[in-house]
């Protein structure tokens, strides 16, 4: 629980996360320009050609098949590459926001920021409901923060026509519901998660599991020991507690069900999603992760090895950091998280795509950060992740395929 002076804290404090996601993301902003324009155009002359010369650099790879389905909606062929495998709730709130302004771009823009802005504002209020750090002007937590905050691939969070930021904030918000008992409302805002990524799912046994534990239906036995004792596993059950609200997190599995349910009753086939995925990455056993292996040993692209290495190194990083998670925080968190990792590692074949799907992992990265604050120099670590963020942001609006 938080006390008084961090609960006034928590209400305050939330100008110093929004300004740092204003610091980073104008500085984005900065290096997108210079990397796709000024390093490019020769000779450079700053003249304003409208909105989409200065932005569209933030739009790559899914970003216009988003605004394709904001513009012209869903289309689906069975064996054919369709856009039915980006799920809904984003390009609904693009479409929605572009009727008013009608610039499509512009729109997603809009979007990813807000949401990535008010993900800044979740996620500092998740650490003071943490207590992460040692008080209204400790530095540990806001390490803790700019742990998540520039995580190497996090520059989908700064404005980019992307979902993931918006996913950050649900994914966040349901978290938060939960820990201030508000299961029903955490069902909720985790069933628009569910309708936002497909990885959304790793959320909905996280939230039920948390519910569990601060309801007290599941905690830690007095006596424990072993690694019962050591991860700190609720094993123990106290079915008096349970009531159906503890359940209420459920609710969560409502956005995938409704879009099975409209491609249903559209396509006449629910789970086309999922079925469409493997046109896309169409490998047999992915979790062997054959093509990953076959480029490392060739040194076949090099750069698309260096940027899948990466990426699965930062897996390895989540699933060992689980039982200190769960440790940490909580077994809710534990579960989700390793969810959240155990999707990409039987999804795809070569650790593509990894590194953004793992934005999500924000309590793997928020420990390390309080950790590292914690020892002497350890903030140069999330420095230096800060500058391979912008690294490959700069590389991400020039196209390059980095994840």
Not at 265 to 285: E, I, K, M, W
Request: charged share 15%.
């Amino acid at each position: 629980m938080v006390d008084g002076a961090d609960g006034a804290h928590q209400r305050s404090g939330w100008w110093r996360a929004l300004g740092s996601w204003v610091l980073v993301a104008s500085g984005l902003q900065v290096a997108q320009h210079v990397a796709s324009r000024v390093l490019v155009e020769r000779p450079y002359e700053f003249r304003w050609r409208g909105f989409d010369w200065f932005a569209s650099p933030w739009s790559q790879f899914d970003g216009p098949e988003y605004l394709r389905i904001v513009t012209s909606g869903y289309s689906y062929t069975p064996g054919v590459r369709s856009n039915i495998v980006w799920f809904p709730l984003y390009p609904l709130l693009v479409r929605g926001v572009d009727s008013w302004i009608g610039l499509p771009l512009a729109s997603g823009i809009l979007v990813s920021a807000l949401a990535g802005a008010a993900a800044s504002v979740a996620l500092w209020c998740w650490l003071t409901q943490q207590q992460v750090g040692d008080g209204p002007r400790s530095h540990v937590r806001l390490v803790a923060f700019l742990a998540v905050m520039l995580y190497p691939y996090a520059w989908y969070l700064y404005g980019v026509v992307h979902s993931d930021a918006l996913f950050l904030l649900l994914v966040l918000g349901a978290f938060l519901l939960v820990e201030r008992d508000h299961l029903v409302a955490a069902g909720l805002v985790g069933a628009l998660a569910t309708a936002t990524r497909p990885t959304g799912l790793a959320l909905v046994g996280g939230l039920v599991l948390l519910g569990l534990e601060r309801r007290g239906v599941l905690s830690v036995p007095d006596d424990a020991r072993g690694v019962v004792a050591r991860w700190r596993l609720p094993v123990r059950f106290d079915r008096r507690r349970l009531t159906p609200s503890t359940l209420a997190p459920l609710l969560s599995v409502l956005g995938v069900a409704a879009w099975a349910t409209w491609l249903g009753v559209t396509f006449g086939d629910p789970l086309a999603f999922q079925s469409n995925q493997r046109v896309y990455h169409p490998s047999p056993l992915p979790w062997l992760k054959l093509p990953y292996f076959r480029r490392l040993l060739t040194w076949e692209e090099p750069s698309y090895v260096l940027t899948t290495t990466l990426q699965a190194l930062l897996l390895v990083v989540v699933i060992l950091s689980i039982p200190a998670v769960i440790r940490r925080f909580g077994a809710g968190y534990g579960v989700f998280v390793g969810a959240l990792a155990m999707i990409p590692t039987v999804a795809t074949a070569d650790f593509m795509g990894t590194g953004r799907y793992l934005i999500a992992a924000f309590p793997v990265w928020a420990m390390w950060g309080e950790r590292l604050a914690r020892r002497p120099r350890g903030w140069l670590v999330v420095a230096g992740s800060g500058t391979l963020m912008f690294a490959m942001a700069m590389g991400f609006s020039r196209s390059w395929y980095l994840t």
